[in-house]
């Protein structure tokens, strides 16, 4: 029996006259195996995602894919991920934040998944101004991997949130230490010392951070 016999597609598949569509389309087809079925499957869903913006078909195949995968908890935690990446891209946190929730009620231990499942979650309970809650994601995330900026930059925004503008500074100082490449912290902490000018009086470690980023960056 064929892979596609084994698991029919949503329906609106194919979708395009493109041959990169027919070309996917067909290596399910002859899979003779759940793997390159899986790899043929995660192609046409980065296909639909990326390529032709059908969102609508890359999540009628990531929910398909959860039904086959019930029992691989990794690869589903993985699914679960990226519906939250989709759900987030379309600005909707609530969807997002319960595609993430799900990932982690796996307790997925591939380190990446369960890092961006935390950092993600975070980030998107911060946009719902649920920043205790968002908060707390992107410590366990810091946690887990502390060399990546993404969480620090995350958790500098639950707690600007809750008032704490000096847990804030420091969160974007560690996540400028951790990559320097990504203009993304520096531009909050310029944000927030623009606001709050005192605090470069009241913390002069950020003083000496700044200049030694200064002079790093002129070396």
Not at 24 to 33: T, V
Not at 87 to 94: F, I, S
Not at 121 to 143: D, M, P, T, V
Request: hydrophobic letters at 40%; charged letters at 25%; one cysteine or more.
């Amino acid at each position: 029996m064929s892979a596609s016999a084994r698991l029919p597609l949503p329906s609106g598949i194919p979708a395009t006259d493109t041959e990169t569509e027919q070309e996917i389309l067909r290596a399910i087809e002859a899979a003779s195996g759940r793997q390159e079925q899986w790899e043929g499957l995660w192609r046409l869903v980065l296909f639909y995602q990326k390529q032709v913006k059908r969102s609508d078909l890359a999540v009628a195949l990531l929910e398909l894919m959860i039904q086959e995968s019930s029992n691989d908890t990794e690869s589903t935690a993985l699914i679960y991920f990226v519906l939250g990446q989709i759900a987030q891209a379309d600005e909707k946190w609530a969807l997002a934040s319960e595609h993430y929730e799900n990932g982690l009620c796996l307790l997925p231990k591939e380190r990446d998944t369960a890092y961006f499942l935390r950092n993600n979650l975070g980030y998107c309970l911060n946009a719902q101004g649920l920043y205790s809650a968002g908060e707390r994601y992107c410590r366990q995330a810091i946690e887990i991997d502390c060399e990546r900026q993404n969480a620090f930059k995350n958790l500098g925004v639950s707690l600007y949130g809750q008032g704490d503008l000096k847990g804030a500074a420091w969160c974007w100082v560690e996540g400028i230490k951790v990559d320097r490449s990504d203009g993304e912290a520096r531009k909050l902490l310029d944000q927030l010392l623009t606001k709050h000018p005192a605090l470069k009086a009241e913390c002069a470690w950020i003083q000496r951070e700044l200049k030694y980023f200064r002079k790093i960056l002129q070396s």
